[in-house]
């Protein structure tokens, strides 16, 4: 009996080692070179797409950026074009149907066929959830679903054409764990997520793969840019301290790093952070554990009041404490990051 077990546990370390195997010879094989392909950031301007942006023209990738803000878009091309990238900026809000399909023509017209999209702007909103209006939900639905839905149907036909496309969406793993006083971001994320999944299934036929990122806390510099909701100071200052830990966030350019690279090799989905990893897969065993832990944590958690439903951004909610030592990373970022 002793002999037949061991035998098993060889057999089954065989098969292991071998699906380890294969899955690294299919990375290999699926691998894609950035190189003079033609690579469209939505949010590009600042934070992780910046970032993202940067190690890309690094590859020698031809980048286009878009954003709302043109002031922030002329910083980022002069920086990337003083590195010396190719790189075209477009004003554009995603959230716009019409301005998303004349911003792809327009890059298809002056730069050549898009050859990787990345889905990456975003918004966030951070309070109790009965400090939030409708309008917080549809902002959130309007960029971090309707936005990639409309550039994805946009480079889809030359995709399709050419047999060849990359598509990554920028989530969160608030798109597969939904986060107390971040219930409009989460439930958009999801929605992000569940798009991305059934994408990937359908697409794959025409040699266009999706990518889902689900990072966990990022030190982009982005909080100052938050909407805050309820008692702002406190909730921006807990954001901010938590955006700033070690403990609990990752740079932007290790973080920009993983993702390129599962972008890169084809991957399904990537998260980052330690705490993002074990709470997907805590959520994953048990549920109903998951959102009970996070009940706990609710309670302490900054309660309804303060400006309640009206909302400031980040940089107006400032305080000693978000001022302090304790959130110098993610302010030494927002320098970094063309954030300010």
Not at 107 to 131: H, R, S
Request: proline content about 3%.
């Amino acid at each position: 009996m002793k002999a037949n077990n061991t035998k098993r546990f060889w057999w089954l370390a065989a098969g292991a080692g071998a699906l380890l195997a294969a899955k690294a010879v299919s990375r290999s094989l699926n691998s894609f070179n950035f190189s003079g392909k033609v690579v469209l950031i939505t949010g590009g301007s600042r934070g992780l797409g910046l970032v993202m942006a940067r190690q890309l023209a690094a590859e020698g990738a031809r980048l286009v950026l878009c954003s709302r803000d043109n002031i922030e878009l002329e910083d980022a091309r002069m920086e990337l074009a003083g590195q010396g990238a190719a790189v075209l900026v477009q004003k554009c809000d995603v959230t716009v149907e019409q301005e998303v399909n004349d911003m792809i023509t327009n890059v298809q017209n002056e730069f050549g066929p898009i050859d990787v999209l990345i889905n990456n702007a975003g918004i966030i909103q951070a309070g109790p959830v009965t400090e939030m209006n409708i309008r917080e939900f549809e902002e959130a639905m309007n960029v971090h679903f309707w936005g990639p839905l409309y550039t994805t149907l946009a480079v889809l036909p030359a995709m399709k054409a050419r047999g060849e496309g990359r598509i990554l969406n920028i989530a969160s793993i608030g798109g597969k764990i939904s986060v107390p006083h971040l219930v409009p971001y989460s439930a958009s994320k999801f929605a992000l997520v569940g798009l991305s999944e059934g994408l990937r299934a359908e697409l794959k036929k025409y040699n266009i793969t999706i990518t889902t990122a689900t990072p966990g806390l990022i030190r982009t510099g982005s909080p100052r840019h938050a909407i805050m909701k309820g008692h702002n100071k406190e909730e921006y200052a807990l954001f901010k301290i938590m955006d700033s830990s070690l403990l609990t966030s990752m740079s932007a350019e290790e973080t920009a790093e993983k993702i390129i690279n599962a972008l890169r090799h084809g991957d399904a989905e990537v998260t980052t952070t330690l705490p993002a990893k074990l709470g997907a897969l805590l959520h994953g065993i048990s549920p109903g554990l998951m959102t009970n832990i996070f009940g706990l944590a609710n309670r302490a958690l900054p309660g309804e009041g303060g400006i309640g439903k009206e909302r400031a951004k980040g940089y107006e909610s400032e305080s000693r404490l978000s001022e302090s030592s304790l959130t110098e990373r993610t302010q030494q970022a927002a320098l970094r990051n063309n954030e300010m």
